[in-house]
C-alpha cells in the first residue's frame, strides 16, 4: 500500500528518532551493532560479551511490534545491553540468508543467543511482551554456564568421543535448539548393537530428538513404529509430523525430489493425524501429484479439497464472513485492544472481512489449478474445475487470475463437446 509523501516522512522521522535513541542514549533501548557477522563477533569477543542477534525480514509484522514496542525500552536496554553485543540481521538479505539457512530459522522474528566465539546457546522464535523477553536473556546466560554447552559438547566430538551417553547428550542439545542432528544420530547407531537400536526407548529417544531427516535412523524407526505401544507413538506423533511435513517435504518438492517426497509421504501416512493436519498432507499430495503427473492422486486429492464447499450457499458464506468479522475486530471495538498498536493493522483489515470466503476461495481455486495444468484436454473432470472457477470467481471477484483460469478451464472444456 502506498502512503502519501507527509505519512512516509513522519514514518521515517519515528524510526530514525527510534534508532538514535536505541543506540546514543544509554538506558533507553538495546543499542544495536552495526557492521558485518564477523565483525560482530569480533566486537564480541573484544568486549567480552554474549551476541544477541533479531533475526526479521521486512514484511514480518510481529517483528516490527518488536522494534516498536521492546526493543527501544530502558527496561530491556538495561537488560541486554550490558549482557550483549546486539545486532539486527534480515533473512532475506546479503549474508542473512546464508546465517538464516545455519541456524535453521523457520519463523520471524526468531531470536539467537551465541557465545562470543559464534557458537548458537539460546534460541528463541516469535515475539514477546518486555518481561517475557528479558527471561530469555536470563535463560542465555545460564545456559553459557552449562557444561553442557554447544561448544563444548563439539570440541569434545571433534576430538573423538562416541560413546553413546555422550552422543545423546550431543543429540538433546542440538534438539533443543533445533538444530540438524542427523550426522549424531547416525553416529549414534553406529556404536549400538541391533538389540540396542530395536529397544523402545532407543526407537522414542529417535522420534523425540531428531531435528532433520537424512539420516538411517528414520527408516529404522519407521520401520518399527506400528509395534511401538500407544503411549510412546502418542510422546513422538507431533514432533515426527511436524520434521515430515512441515521440514522435510516442503524442502523436497523445492528441489522436486520426487522419490524423496514419495517416501516422506509414506511415512506420514503411518501416523495417526488430526483432521487440520489431514487436510494439509491432502495438499501437499495434489502438489506431489501434480508434479509427478499421478492423475489418480491428483483427482482424489483435488475433490477432497473442495469436499462440500460447493454445497455451501453464497449468502451462508457471507454469513459466516459477517460472524467472524465481528468476532475478530471485538476486542478492538470494546477497547480491550488497541489497533494503532499493531503495525499493518489498516493494511492487513481488508483481508478480515470476508475470511470464510477467501477460505473457500483457495481450496476452489488450488483444486481447479491443479486439474487445468495436469489433466488431459479431454477429461471430464475439468467441467467440474470449471464450476469451481466459477464459484471462486463469485466469492472473491475480480482476480485477475481468477479470469485467466476461468478462460483456460472453458476453452478446454469447449474442446470436448
Known sequence: MKTSPIISLSLLLFFFTSRVNAQDKPGTGICFFEGSYAALLQEAQRQQKMVFIDVYTDWCGPCKQMDQQVFPLKAVGDKYNPLFISYKLNAEKGEGVALAKKFNIGAYPSFLYLDNNGYLVHKVAGEGPAEVFNTHADKATTLLADKNRPSRLEAAFNA???SPGFLRTYISSKARLNMDNTLLLDELLKVLPANEQHKESTLVFIGEQMIGTKTRALPLLMSRYDQLSESSRAAIRQHLYDQLAERAIPAAIGEKKLAEIKQLLG??????????QAAHINRINLIYA??????????????????????IAVDSIHAEDARRYQQLMAPFLSGEKDSTKIPGFQEEKPYIVNIYSRAIHMKLFTAATAFSETLAPTDKALKDALQWALRAEQLI???KANATLITKLQEAVAGNR
Open 267 to 276: 511415512y506420514v501416512n503411518q501416523l495417526d493425524i488430526t483432521t487440520k
Open 290 to 311: 501434480g508434479m509427478a503427473k499421478d492423475t489418480v492422486l491428483l483427482k482424489k486429492s483435488g475433490y477432497t479439497m473442495v469436499g462440500n464447499s460447493m454445497e
Open 160 to 162: 573423538g568421543d562416541r
Open 397 to 399: 471477484p475480480g482476480v
